[in-house]
């Protein structure tokens, strides 16, 4: 798997120019870059993977975030005239200069462009290790539990402090990423199916999932794979096939944050919230039951082989 500096990613989006094309040389974990007049066009590899562009990056997009969330009615009015024709860029930076609202800015760009890394990394199956603050949105659940202590310890305010770990995503599994859910499904398979572990069977299954329409969702420690829901729908119901956790990470959040998708996802278009689940998983059953969810009263009957 490839591993990255998440730093290395964001500086690479906000370098990137007209004209120019930034990728990942997989087999280094460089940075290349390219552009419509290089002389050395040629030499790019098809397996590198393109970072997104200048146009993708969405810099004017960013800006009409920013002008959303500014509570300063004046401010904001200031701000929204001046993303109108040309020249657009500088007149906006003018005006948040204007209204003291410059490093608020620029935050919130540096924050717009590690979300568009992160986001890149994992549809593309990349692990990152990041460096910098962490930052999140007000309403996104942060799925670690750290426990906080009060008493000062100077040796501790001395020591070099550690990477902000970036809160869990959910991701979806595409072809892009499908490997690095491989090993997360094959534990299923073993430990929850009690079949051998197998993984080209496993990788085989994954591809024939994807391939019928059934939403395969992961859940991402810094582009790392951890936990993984399958899900299939009908006309009514949304049926939750599968949702595993790694072992190590298990009581961490991941599995809450699976199940939490597939209940909202099942609200918004109307459809009822099903699984099956062999009754002999009891700690299976006690985390459904701690997350609202009712045995049904319905009793399904097995022919015995």
């Known amino acids: 798997m490839i591993h990255v500096n998440l730093d290395e990613i964001v500086d690479a989006i906000e370098s990137i120019e007209d004209e120019e094309t930034a990728y990942l040389d997989p087999q280094t974990g460089k940075i290349q870059y390219t552009g419509s007049d290089d002389e050395n066009m040629d030499e790019r590899s098809d397996d590198w993977i393109a970072l997104p562009d200048k146009y993708e990056r969405g810099d004017y997009h960013n800006m009409e975030l920013f002008i959303e969330q500014v509570e300063d009615g004046e401010a904001g009015d200031w701000l929204e005239n001046a993303i109108r024709g040309k020249g657009a860029f500088r007149r906006f930076r003018a005006a948040a200069d204007k209204f003291h609202l410059?490093?608020?800015?620029?935050?919130?760009?540096?924050?717009?462009?590690?979300?568009?890394?992160?986001?890149?990394?994992?549809?593309?199956?990349?692990?990152?290790?990041?460096?910098?603050?962490?930052?999140?949105?007000?309403?996104?659940?942060?799925?670690?539990?750290?426990?906080?202590?009060?008493?000062?310890?100077?040796?501790?305010?001395?020591?070099?402090?550690?990477?902000?770990?970036?809160?869990?995503?959910?991701?979806?599994?595409?072809?892009?990423?499908?490997?690095?859910?491989?090993?997360?499904?094959?534990?299923?398979?073993?430990?929850?199916?009690?079949?051998?572990?197998?993984?080209?069977?496993?990788?085989?299954?994954?591809?024939?999932?994807?391939?019928?329409?059934?939403?395969?969702?992961?859940?991402?420690?810094?582009?790392?794979?951890?936990a993984l829901s399958v899900v299939e729908k009908s006309r009514e119901n949304l049926e939750l096939k599968a949702l595993y956790v790694m072992k190590d990470v298990r009581r961490n959040g991941a599995g809450a944050l699976l199940l939490k998708k597939a209940e909202a996802e099942a609200e918004e278009e109307g459809l009822q919230c099903i699984l099956h689940i062999n009754p002999k998983n009891t700690s299976g059953l006690a985390f459904f039951a701690h997350m609202g969810w009712l045995q049904s009263p319905l009793l399904e009957l097995v022919k015995a082989v």
């Not at 290790?129 to 202590?149: K, L, M, P």
């Open 102 to 226: 410059l490093q608020d800015w620029y935050d919130f760009e540096a924050l717009q462009h590690k979300k568009l890394a992160i986001a890149w990394c994992e549809e593309n199956g990349i692990i990152y290790d990041s460096t910098a603050s962490g930052e999140q949105d007000e309403d996104e659940e942060d799925s670690y539990d750290d426990d906080f202590d009060e008493e000062y310890d100077e040796e501790e305010e001395q020591a070099e402090a550690e990477p902000v770990r970036v809160p869990y995503h959910t991701v979806m599994v595409s072809e892009n990423n499908v490997s690095n859910v491989l090993y997360v499904y094959d534990n299923f398979r073993k430990e929850v199916l009690g079949e051998k572990s197998d993984l080209d069977q496993s990788e085989d299954e994954l591809h024939a999932m994807l391939e019928d329409g059934l939403e395969l969702t992961a859940v991402s420690d810094r582009g790392r794979f951890i």
